[in-house]
């Protein structure tokens, strides 16, 4: 889309249509004018044939300003998450009856529980006309609202994450016996597992890295979570969140499971700017040309093989065979 067909289809709106979708890339070129008073603009954009949303809530005008309403919808039938949807949206209509108490620049427009779903909205008070800084403020209130629940939910996939490695006697087996185990293993649980906890402790060799097994979130699961407080200039330069996915299978991991693995990086706010996709046999061709079309991207996903992996334990420095891993991808 460019600028004049946005102009045209704000121009075109009509009060109670359906929201105009417009890619944020166009909205610094917008100005209260082109919105009137009524129209709804919802921020996203068109790819494969599908609008992928930046925020889940609209944009309005209101008088002089744009303001905004935030929508939280969640189905029951597609909630993941170890904390119960019922409470992590409570504690989301909480945090906003709270900022509406204590700020006053929000304020609940509707909490509806019909047995299937929950729906939570409320309204943003943004202060500015433009509507680029009116979007930037409303996802900024909109994230800070949902910090509290987010907190809580990470909380509980945590601890439920640590009563189950504990359980599954993770850490007890020496390095070179989860390569064997890794090699050996035949059901997919165990092969997935246990090159998870090969990757988890390797990755906790490295100084600065804080290591979590795999957690559950409400739309989808997290083999390994790293918090990066890394020592290595090239590491520590890299985002504070990095993520690992793993797969042990008995074919080469493809395109498919790297743009899967590419888009859970982009859904965690901006927070995490690297991945580790590690293949214990290998990657195809499409991988590489895949890394080749997104090498102007910011998000870095470094893959990792089983090769690379059985170095790190032989050689027992696994910062060195990760920076190497890193040093590749980067080289493309």
């Known amino acids: 889309m460019i600028l004049e067909e946005a102009k045209h289809l ?3 709106a009509t009060e109670d249509e359906e929201p105009v979708i417009i890619p944020a890339s166009l909205l610094k070129d917008l100005t209260l004018d082109d919105i009137h008073e009524g129209v709804s603009v919802q921020i996203g954009t068109l790819k494969d044939g599908a609008y992928h949303m930046e925020w889940d809530g609209r944009l309005y005008r209101k008088g002089g300003l744009i303001e905004g309403e935030a929508e939280h919808l969640w189905t029951r039938k597609y909630w993941y998450a170890p904390l119960g949807l019922e409470q ?3 504690l989301v209509r909480r945090a906003v ?6 700020r006053g620049d929000i304020e609940l427009t509707d909490y509806d529980d019909d047995g299937a779903y929950i729906r939570v909205c409320f309204a943003i008070r943004t202060g500015q006309s433009s509507p680029m800084k009116a979007f930037d403020e409303a996802k900024k209130i909109s994230a800070e609202v949902e910090e509290a629940a987010e907190r809580a939910a990470d909380d509980v996939g945590k601890r439920i994450a640590e009563v189950a490695a504990r359980l599954s006697g993770w850490g007890s087996e020496a390095l070179d016996k989860l390569v064997e185990r890794v090699e050996t293993a035949t059901s997919t649980d165990d092969k997935g ?3 998870e906890e090969l990757a988890s402790r390797l990755f906790e060799q490295i100084p600065g890295f804080a290591v979590t097994g795999r957690i559950r979130t409400a739309t989808e699961e997290i083999d390994i979570s790293i918090v990066n407080d890394a020592t290595d200039p090239r590491l520590r330069r890299e985002s504070a969140l990095i993520l690992a996915e793993c797969k042990n299978w008995t074919s080469k991991c493809g395109k498919d499971e790297f743009v899967i693995f590419r888009e859970k990086l982009e859904n965690r706010k901006r927070r995490c700017s690297l991945g580790f996709l590690i293949s214990w046999n290998g990657f195809a061709t499409t991988v590489t040309k895949e890394m080749l ?4 991207e910011e998000t870095l996903i470094v893959p990792v093989t089983g090769q690379n992996i059985r170095a790190a334990v032989r050689s027992g420095d696994a910062l060195k065979e990760l920076v190497s891993c890193w040093d590749a991808a980067v080289a493309l």
């Open 293 to 296: 079309r997104g090498s102007r």
């Open 88 to 90: 992590y949206m409570d």
């Open 97 to 102: 009856e709270t900022r509406h108490r204590l």
């Open 10 to 12: 704000l121009a075109d």
């Open 193 to 195: 597992r246990s090159l």
